[in-house]
């Protein structure tokens, strides 16, 4: 980067009129290195795990570790027979823990955000600022917390136990707000009002609609943090027809100490889980409104 | 503002009073019962321990007392507890600045029409976000072992001494994953930020002679840094509770003794020696130094995260 740009632009701009945009446009080397190699970096673990999972397990050690091979049918046939299918179960599980708990976060973000942004009533910065509070409340080191009360209500071990303590999102709420106070305008929800529209229906009709875009912000992030949660399930849930994808590669990979064999499907198992939600992000990526973290969207 | 409507208007303009509350319910409740709750709730456990009389045997043999700060005096004098707050500090002081400053030099390269590969590079550096942390530390953990690494593959064919990275490098390889994982994600962050900065500015800072590391610097880096304030505070954060790279790694290797962070360690003495108690102060104790360590951070950088929010 310091050696890509000499000051070659201090020329007047004015005395380049045939060719401005090849000027600009010079291709600088470093860069663009700089770039590939970040993207190789990137690309590195992703690219092994395709090619590991078409290695019998006696290859996966021996031969050169990009060399592909033809395993791959039967380790997802292996994987699929291991613990009776449980793979597909977790896959299943997963979406429903991501997938349930980011739509109810979505939700409750949504609402809190749109109320604390576009009413004005008593109390209104106090709760504003205590769940803000709650963003700087480290989120793992509730799991703990949140188990011991949830055994103690006698709900560990269910689906309830992963779900309930991953629909409430602090920063869901306040993204939902600057994205509402942004948003959604008052005039409008004043001619709403004017035209005797009830409030739920303001909210479902008027409001929500607009918020999309943010909506959709919120549900992609708290679908990660929950995918990506491995603590919360791992201390919750002991059966192991109820684990996300997460905890169960992780079990497969503890006992592929004792049975080496485990491994070569354990990494099988790592390609077809992140396979989906890698083409989700792919596709997805242009609905994603960052600027709302990265603070460019004003009120 | 809402307007007061003006007397006599018969439809109002202004909600009734009580609905505000009432869309707030569900989000405060949420609060309450699983942050508000399981907090005091912890708070409460970890000021108790259990008295065993006699041999521990039969009804009441075990009974659950008040302890008063005796936990937390066991778990402040725990020399395994300080190595691993050590540890996680060690780790959040080599993570959080590198991988930040390559977010940022990824993002000013994207934020750059003279480099190519633009649109590649990007989404294949966002890419490790989408990889869950358990995942991430699988893939790499084969990647670290000597008969697998391609490092290790060209190491070996130049005949150069192969670096232990599971064995004396671990606190490397236990970084190396947080980077693969975080970088691309505050990169798009900070990118976004950028791509927010009026124009002109550049085109003024160009016609008085400044070069692109210079609008770089002077300019492009200033106008988002309320975005590298967020992304520090968050990444801080998330530095003390490191906990799935390297609970995933151990398998894989013996250089990670069982309470190798804060975390580990309260979920050792939880659920390894069933010590509900001392793990309880132990979460205390690292959720109030993460508060400690982040507000810091925020007053180091002078707490403009939050100031753009008009309240």
């Known amino acids: 980067?310091?050696?890509?740009?000499?000051?070659?632009?201090?020329?007047?701009?004015?005395?380049?009129?045939?060719?401005?945009?090849?000027?600009?446009?010079?291709?600088?080397?470093?860069?663009?290195?700089?770039?590939?190699?970040?993207?190789?970096?990137?690309?590195?673990?992703?690219?092994?795990?395709?090619?590991?999972?078409?290695?019998?397990?006696?290859?996966l050690f021996s031969t050169f570790t990009l060399a592909p091979s033809t395993s791959l049918w039967r380790n997802i046939t292996g994987?699929?027979?291991?613990?009776?299918?449980?793979?597909?179960?977790?896959?299943?599980?997963?979406?429903?823990?991501?997938g349930v708990g980011a739509l109810a976060s979505s939700f409750v973000s949504g609402l809190s955000g749109y109320t604390l942004a576009k009413f004005r009533f008593p109390g209104r910065t106090a709760i504003f600022n205590v769940l803000l509070a709650g963003v700087l409340v480290p989120g793992i080191t509730l799991a703990l917390p949140q188990y011991l009360l949830i055994a103690k209500l006698g709900l560990a071990n269910t689906y309830l136990s992963v779900l309930l303590p991953s629909v409430l999102s602090p920063y869901g709420i306040y993204l939902a707000r600057v994205y509402?106070?942004?948003?959604?305008?008052?005039?409008?929800?004043?001619?709403a009002r004017t035209d005797g529209a009830s409030e739920w229906?303001?909210?479902?009709?008027?409001?929500?609609?607009?918020?999309?875009?943010?909506?959709?912000?919120?549900?992609?992030?708290?679908?990660?943090?929950?995918?990506?949660?491995?603590?919360?399930?791992?201390?919750?849930?002991?059966?192991?027809?109820?684990?996300?994808?997460?905890?169960?590669?992780?079990?497969?990979?503890?006992?592929?100490?004792?049975?080496?064999?485990?491994?070569?499907?354990?990494?099988?198992?790592?390609?077809?889980?992140?396979?989906?939600?890698?083409?989700?992000?792919?596709?997805?990526?242009?609905?994603?409104?960052?600027?709302?973290?990265?603070?460019?969207?004003?009120n | 503002?809402?307007?007061?409507?003006?007397?006599?208007?018969?439809?109002?303009?202004?909600?009734?009073?009580?609905?505000?509350?009432v869309f707030l319910t569900p989000g405060i409740v949420l609060f309450i019962l699983t942050f508000l709750v399981p907090i005091g709730y912890t708070v409460w456990q970890s000021l108790r321990r259990v008295r065993v009389s006699g041999l521990g045997l039969g009804r009441g043999a075990r009974r659950e007392v008040f302890a008063g700060l005796s936990n937390y005096r066991e778990i402040l004098g725990?020399?395994?507890?300080?190595?691993?707050?050590?540890?996680?500090?060690?780790?959040?002081?080599?993570?959080?600045?590198?991988?930040l400053g390559l977010a940022l030099l990824l993002a000013l390269i994207l934020d750059t029409p003279r480099a190519r590969l633009r649109r590649f590079g990007r989404l294949a550096i966002f890419l490790p976000y989408a990889v869950p942390s358990v995942i991430a530390s699988l893939l790499w953990g084969f990647l670290y072992l000597p008969a697998v690494s391609p490092l290790h593959y060209v190491l070996r064919a130049l005949d150069l001494p192969q670096?232990?990275?599971?064995?004396?490098?671990?606190?490397?390889?236990?970084?190396?994953?947080?980077?693969?994982g975080g970088v691309g994600f505050n990169m798009v962050v900070i990118y976004t930020a950028l791509r927010a900065v009026p124009h002109d500015l550049y085109e003024a800072a160009r016609l008085d002679g400044c070069s692109e590391v210079q609008i770089a610097l002077?300019?492009?880096?200033?106008?988002?840094?309320?975005a590298l304030i967020m992304t520090g505070v968050f990444s801080t954060i998330a530095t003390l509770q490191v906990f799935s790279e390297p609970f995933t790694l151990r398998p894989l290797t013996n250089s990670l003794q069982s309470t190798w962070t804060p975390l580990m360690k309260i979920y050792t003495d939880a659920f390894v020696r069933n010590d509900i108690y001392t793990a309880a102060a132990a979460s205390i104790v690292v959720a109030c130094a993460t508060l400690l360590v982040s507000f810091g951070f925020l007053r180091l950088v002078q707490a403009r995260a939050f100031s753009q929010e008009d309240r």
Request: proline share 8%; with cysteine; charged share 10%.
């Open chain 1, 180 to 191: 509402a106070g942004a948003a959604v305008s008052d005039t409008l929800i004043e001619a």
């Open chain 2, 78 to 99: 725990d020399a395994e507890f300080w190595a691993s707050m050590q540890r996680a500090l060690t780790y959040g002081l080599i993570l959080v600045p590198t991988m």
């Open chain 1, 201 to 298: 229906r303001i909210l479902a009709q008027v409001a929500f609609p607009i918020m999309r875009p943010g909506l959709v912000t919120i549900f992609l992030f708290q679908f990660v943090a929950i995918w990506n949660n491995f603590l919360l399930p791992f201390i919750m849930l002991t059966d192991d027809r109820k684990f996300p994808l997460t905890v169960g590669l992780y079990t497969m990979l503890n006992r592929g100490n004792t049975l080496p064999s485990l491994y070569t499907l354990t990494i099988t198992g790592a390609l077809l889980s992140i396979l989906p939600l890698i083409a989700l992000f792919l596709t997805l990526q242009r609905y994603w409104r960052l600027d709302l973290i990265s603070g460019a969207v004003k």
């Open chain 1, 1 to 59: 980067m310091t050696t890509a740009a000499p000051a070659r632009v201090a020329a007047p701009v004015g005395t380049v009129p045939s060719r401005p945009t090849a000027r600009r446009t010079r291709v600088s080397l470093a860069p663009t290195l700089v770039l590939a190699v970040g993207a190789a970096y990137c690309l590195l673990p992703v690219a092994w795990v395709l090619v590991a999972a078409t290695k019998s397990p006696a290859e």
């Open chain 2, 218 to 226: 002077r300019i492009k880096v200033p106008q988002v840094m309320p």
């Open chain 2, 1 to 21: 503002m809402a307007l007061a409507s003006p007397a006599g208007r018969r439809r109002r303009r202004t909600a009734p009073s009580a609905v505000p509350y």
């Open chain 2, 163 to 180: 670096p232990d990275l599971l064995g004396g490098g671990i606190m490397g390889a236990v970084v190396n994953i947080g980077i693969w």
């Open chain 1, 79 to 98: 994987l699929s027979a291991y613990g009776h299918g449980v793979f597909w179960r977790w896959t299943v599980n997963t979406a429903i823990y991501a």
